[in-house]
Structure formats: structure tokens, C-alpha cells
């Protein structure tokens, strides 16, 4: 039988527009549907057949799923619970906007080619704002005079700024808060930015220059930390240490062991010295330039002081940049743009799509007397305008949702202070936040009809609950537990149930394969003694003293089964797991097996008998009917014989 495509390229095979592929009952399936479950429950080449076999078991669980729906399952307490639970933890995946973050990855990508040299000039906004404007007028005035750095040091309130004139060193991609890197990368080459504004305080920043993106380096390192309040003389003697290190490690002495006994980077001196990789902007800027001056791989530094010590450090390996967006690439900016203050802005961006979907509208009230209601809930001020919003007064519709007053004072209570301590968020402001926390927030609550993906999983998680849970009541529990009707069953098929040849055996598995060959020795000096032999390993092996088919015993295909024969221990290599044999009797001829002996064959196959009976019951209750011309076409399609 020729092959078809791979299940991986079944989606893309079958683009028709979404045609009824099978009824049963009043419901329907499309071709895409039954392709996208085939597609994620079958992985490489199938045959025609296998597509078919595939085909019946799909609708076998349709009418399973429909029969537990129509006896209330779904109003299960339990299983409701379970939906709810999976809800809130798969939830969070599901909140940011996928294009945006797109976006910004691929921003990110872009900004990842170049370093920028950078200094900075801020102004703190404290409780005094106008003073902080007054300040940023006199900076604005002393740049047009004088140079940056000198301006940084008169004025910054950076401290470092005092001695490095704002020099922040080299920034790139993920260095810097997500503003302040907007504003790093718009500033050409050489200028000075517009000031900025954020919840701290006014930011100009200067980009001194550009180069190539260096990319990213693992170091080792020998720190000799300066201790706090260190005389000149104890610096001296650190020094002259480090020089000591360094002329030993030209000398030919190893990296690692000097790190290790001499570092005080305790966590890197634990690796012999190895650092995290870093890149541009992790880490001081006086230890970045000197590391990144090394000229190659295994190049190591002249001893070097920064604010933390005395350095030595050797580089391991530099990692280029990507140079381009591949899906790798992508996935990894993803990640990191989701890990980063990015995804405020993608929410933001979120919030806004859900506003304009939603048709919000902004109920008839007066700014000012929501205001001066708030105020009285809030801080308990006397009111001082006449004030007829209560409670339960709407404030703005949103889909189906209204936010009323008792909303909006609840969330002001929460988030009406700013995050730095400087004070209360003005009115307005904290009006917009509002409404984009309940534009989120039903978001959340109707994702399902906003995001395929995510309804396509809790409806896979619901109905797989429903079909756990109605063959266990109609099929599962049943064969397990009527003893009566097993019993019948044996013996209306007792010719079905033979022993073909088979021993007395003991089964040993092995979590891995040392042990099981350490057991074997134990077990084939004396075979006897195996359970003395097991209690050493009770950790490692478990066995199992049974009767066994002789095809259920594991040994080499050339090994003989003969009583007393301690069979070779088989590897799994997909696992390392083990597993042989200790033989204490062979039964060479066939032999009717008992009821207690055949009962788990007994159950599996009572099992099948009764769902086969109860899903022709379920087949009569809700016909199906599968439409021969659109199956056709799917075969055609994924077999790639559609002309």
C-alpha cells in the first residue's frame, strides 16, 4: 500500500474551506477538524488504512463524548474543578498579544546587531516637581554650552555620574529599561536625546557611539575583593597578590585551581572560575571593556581594578550575534521579551485591541464628582459638590460587561499610589489603568472566543475528561468489578484461554543496568538465595514470581530456558533499564489456564466485548453518517494524488 505524507503535513495538505466530513446525531465534523486531531495524535507515515482505522476510533469517541453530555457529566462538581484549574494554570501563556510580542522580537533582532556607547544625565522627580523642572531648564541650558560629561557631573543625580561624567559604558538589546532603550536606539550617533520622562524622574541621554554587536562571552575569573574602608596599604598588597597570580599563570599554572584557591568569587571560584555568560551591559563597565579587549579564546587580562577588586580573567568563548531571524532565534527573543518589562507594553497593546473589539463605550457621569466620590470613600474628605453616583452606578460597558463605581473604587484602592513611593497617581491616569485592567480582565474571562488556540485546549481537556470519565462508569469499572459476568465469560470462552509453553519463573527488572548485572552475579551464584540477594538492591530491583509464557521471558535469542537457568540480564537502550530471568520450571506443553490465571486476559477481553455492544447502542442513538465524496477528497489530498 503507498505510503501517504507524514501526519506533520496533513494540516497543510487539506486548505478546502471547512466541508462536513461525517453527522452523527445533529452534529457534524469538518475534514479540518478530524485532520488537525489526526494530526496531533499521529506522528510519521500512515497508510490509507491506518487513515481509516483513525477515522472510526474518531468517531467512536464523538459519540462517547455526546453520550456523556447528554447524561450531564459536564455538570460534574469534580469536573468542573478540574476545567476551572487547568484554566488558571494554563491561563498566563495566553495573556500577552502575540503580535506585539512578535513585534518586539523582531525590534529586538534588529537592535541586537549594534552596541551603543551611551552616557546619561537624570533628574529625579521627588516631591517637589516643579523644582524638578526648574533643574531640567538649567540642564537643557548647560548642554547648549558645555559638554555632556561636564553637564552629568554638575548636575546628574546618578551619583556615579560625579566621577564616569554619565558614561554608562556600551548598552545593547536588553540592557536598559525597555523606554530608555527606545530612546538609546533613536538618537543617532553623536547626538544627544529629547528628555524623557518617566515615573522617576527626566532622562537625556548622549549615544557616544556605535560598533558591530560583539555578541556574548563565558569567562573565568580570579577576583581579589577590595574589603570596605581598605587602607592604601591593604590595596597595595592585593595588588601586588594579583601580579604574583598573573605571573604564575604565565607561568604555566591552571586557571581553574588558582580561581578555586584564591578567589573571592565564591560562586564562580566553586567552578573553577567560570562565570555565567554575559554580554554587553551585564555587568561594570570597567570590567566589560577590559574583557572584551581580550583578543581570543584562551587570551587572559593583566591584572585590573574595579569598584569590587582586583580582576583576572580569561576568556573562554566568544558567541557571535545571530545574523539572522531564524524560528530558533525567534523563540529565544520570545522568551526573553516575555522575562522582560516588554510585556507591559504588550499588554498595553492587548488591552487597547480588546477596547476597540469590545465596542466600549463610557457610561453618562461627571468626571469631577467621581473624583470627589472617590476622594470620600477613599480618604474620607468631606464631599463638597452635590454627588448622586452610587455603588452601583455604571461607569462603562465593555461587551457584555458593565464596570460600575463600586469597580472603580475598589481598584483605586489598590493601585492609586505610584510604585516609587512619590505619591498618588493622578485621577485621569489612574481612569485609563482602570480601564485597561477591565478590558484585560475580560479578556481573561472570554479568551475562548478571542484566542483558537486556547479554546481548542480546554476543549480537548474537557472532552478528554468526559470520555475518561463515561468509560469508566460503562466499560472499565464494569469489567473489573462483576465478578459474576467475568466468570461467565471465562467459561462461555474457555477455549480461548490456554497456556502455550511457559515456566515457573522469577522476573527481575533493574532501574539500570549496573545494578542489574551487579544483582545477576549475586542471583547466579546462588539462584536459591534470590531473596536474600534482593534485599541488598530494594531500591533498584523489583521482581515478580509467576508463571510466564516462555515469548514473556527476557533472554538472549540464543540462551536456552532449562529450570534453574539464570537468564543473561537485556538492556533497554532507550532507558538503560534492565531486565532477566531465574527459571524454576518448564511447562513444555499446552495447558488450559484456570480462571484465576487467565483473569486479566479475562477482563481486557470482557471489556472490548462490552464496548463494542455499547457503542452499536450508541451508533443506533445517534446515526452517523460520513459523506464518501469529502472523504475521498481527504484521502486524495494527504496521499498527494489530488490533480
Known amino acids: ?206 549615544n557616544l557611539g556605535e560598533r558591530k554587536a560583539l555578541g556574548r562571552i563565558r569567562a573565568a575569573q580570579i577576583l581579589l575583593a577590595i574589603p570596605p574602608n581598605s587602607t592604601d596599604a591593604v590595596k597595595e598588597s592585593l595588588k ?69 577588586g582586583y580582576h583576572i580573567v580569561k576568556r573562554l568563548k566568544l558567541s557571535p550575534i545571530a545574523d539572522k531571524l531564524d524560528e530558533e532565534t525567534k523563540e529565544s527573543l520570545l522568551r526573553r521579551v516575555e522575562q522582560s518589562d516588554r510585556v507591559q507594553f504588550s499588554k498595553k497593546a492587548l488591552a487597547q485591541k480588546v477596547i476597540k473589539q469590545t465596542g466600549y463605550k463610557k457610561q453618562p457621569f461627571a468626571e469631577p464628582e467621581l473624583w470627589a466620590y472617590t476622594d470620600s470613600v477613599l480618604t474620607y474628605q468631606v464631599l463638597k459638590i452635590k454627588v448622586t453616583l452610587k455603588p452601583s452606578s455604571a461607569l462603562l460597558k465593555m461587551g457584555d460587561h458593565t464596570a460600575t463605581v463600586a469597580d472603580w473604587t475598589a481598584f483605586a484602592q489598590m493601585h492609586r499610589f505610584r510604585p516609587d513611593g512619590s505619591g498618588a497617581k493622578p485621577y485621569p491616569q489612574l481612569w485609563n489603568e482602570f480601564i485597561e485592567a477591565t478590558a484585560l480582565d475580560y479578556y481573561q474571562e472570554h479568551l475562548e472566543a478571542y484566542n483558537t488556540e486556547f479554546r481548542q485546549q480546554m476543549t480537548e481537556f474537557a472532552e478528554g475528561n468526559l470520555f475518561f470519565e463515561i468509560m469508566q462508569r460503562q466499560v472499565w469499572t464494569p469489567a473489573q468489578t462483576d465478578s459474576v459476568a467475568l466468570e461467565a465469560y471465562f467459561k462461555k470462552h474457555r477455549a480461548a484461554y490456554n497456556w502455550k509453553e511457559s515456566a515457573d519463573a522469577v522476573l527481575f527488572y533493574s532501574s539500570n543496568e549496573e545494578a542489574a548485572k551487579n544483582f545477576y552475579k549475586a542471583v547466579s551464584t546462588k539462584p536459591a538465595d534470590w531473596k536474600t540477594a534482593l534485599t541488598s538492591y530494594a531500591e533498584q530491583i523489583t521482581a515478580d514470581s509467576n508463571r510466564f509464557e516462555l515469548t514473556q521471558i527476557p533472554k538472549e535469542e540464543a540462551q536456552t530456558l532449562k529450570a534453574g537457568v539464570v537468564t543473561t540480564p537485556v538492556v533497554n537502550k532507550a532507558d538503560n533499564t534492565a531486565s532477566f530471568a531465574y527459571v524454576l520450571q518448564l511447562h513444555n ?14 477482563i481486557n477481553d470482557y471489556q472490548t466485548e462490552l464496548e463494542r455492544a455499547w457503542l452499536q447502542k450508541l451508533k443506533k442513538k445517534y446515526p452517523v453518517q460520513v459523506n464518501e465524496k469529502v472523504w475521498s477528497d481527504v484521502v486524495k489530498k494527504v496521499s498527494g494524488n489530488d490533480k
Not at 154 to 163: L, R
Not at 285 to 290: C, G, H, I, Q, Y
Not at 589 to 602: D, I
Open 1 to 206: 500500500m503507498k505510503k501517504l505524507l507524514t501526519a506533520l503535513c496533513l494540516a497543510a495538505a487539506f486548505s478546502a474551506p471547512a466541508q462536513t466530513l461525517f453527522t452523527y446525531g445533529k452534529d457534524k465534523v469538518s475534514a479540518d477538524e478530524f485532520l488537525r486531531a489526526f494530526q496531533k495524535n499521529n506522528q510519521g507515515p500512515v497508510t490509507e488504512e491506518g487513515l481509516k482505522e483513525y477515522l472510526d476510533l474518531y468517531i467512536a469517541s464523538r459519540l462517547k463524548i455526546k453520550e456523556a453530555k447528554a447524561k450531564g457529566y459536564d455538570t460534574l462538581p469534580q469536573l468542573i474543578a478540574d476545567l476551572s484549574n487547568l484554566r488558571q494554570q494554563i491561563l498566563p501563556t495566553y495573556v500577552n498579544d502575540r503580535e506585539s510580542m512578535e513585534k518586539m522580537a523582531a525590534e529586538a533582532f534588529s537592535r541586537s546587531q549594534k552596541d551603543i556607547h551611551l552616557a546619561h544625565i537624570f533628574i529625579k522627580i521627588g516631591e517637589d516637581a516643579a523644582a524638578a523642572e526648574r533643574k531640567k531648564e538649567q540642564v537643557l541650558t548647560a548642554l547648549s554650552k558645555d559638554d555632556f560629561a561636564t553637564v552629568a557631573k554638575d548636575f546628574s543625580d546618578d551619583p556615579s555620574a560625579k566621577s564616569n561624567g554619565g558614561d554608562l559604558g556600551w548598552i545593547t538589546v536588553f540592557s536598559l529599561p525597555y523606554e530608555l532603550e527606545n530612546l538609546a536606539y533613536n538618537t543617532p550617533q553623536g547626538k544627544t536625546s529629547a528628555v524623557f520622562q518617566s515615573k522617576a524622574g527626566y532622562h537625556i541621554l548622549k
Open 240 to 308: 601586588q597578590k594579583a601580579d604574583s597570580l598573573y605571573n604564575r599563570l604565565q607561568a604555566g599554572d591552571d586557571f581553574g585551581k588558582l580561581a578555586a584557591a584564591y578567589s573571592n568569587d565564591v560562586i564562580s571560584a566553586a567552578n573553577e572560575g567560570q562565570m555565567s555568560e554575559f554580554g554587553v551591559g551585564d555587568y561594570d563597565a570597567a570590567f566589560e571593556s577590559a574583557v572584551l579587549a581580550l583578543p581570543k579564546d584562551g587570551a587572559i587580562s593583566k591584572p585590573f581594578v574595579t569598584a569590587h
Open 589 to 602: 506443553k499446552p495447558e488450559p489456564r484456570n480462571f484465576a490465571e487467565a483473569k486479566g486476559l479475562v
